[in-house]
């Protein structure tokens, strides 16, 4: 029965993916995450043309809580939303970048 959750799941989970509006592309870029006046490093792990997801410390960090993304070695600045946040991880919809 566990197994049949998890495969459910993961089912689940891979159609929502392949739903998604823009293709994700995988990548490694370290960052800066700024939230009200708070600066954490951050890894973006997937980008897209609306979004991306980061590896950073989620601590004090909500859902609807505006941010600024950061990656100095592509000289991008990022104007975010967080959508959504897991243990060591937090999705975030762009805003604007400049």
Request: include cysteine; hydrophobic fraction near 35%; aromatic fraction near 10%.
């Amino acid at each position: 029965m566990h197994f049949r959750r998890n495969h459910l799941y993961s089912s689940k989970q891979k159609l929502l993916e392949e739903a998604r509006i823009f293709p994700r592309k995988r990548c490694k870029w370290p960052g800066l995450l700024k939230q009200e006046g708070a600066h954490r490093p951050c890894v973006v792990e997937d980008i897209s043309v609306g979004g991306c997801r980061l590896a950073t410390n989620t601590k004090g960090l909500e859902p609807g809580q505006r941010v600024t993304i950061e990656v100095e070695s592509r000289r991008l600045r990022f104007y975010a939303e967080i959508r959504w946040i897991r243990s060591g991880e937090t999705g975030v919809e762009f805003l604007y970048m400049d």
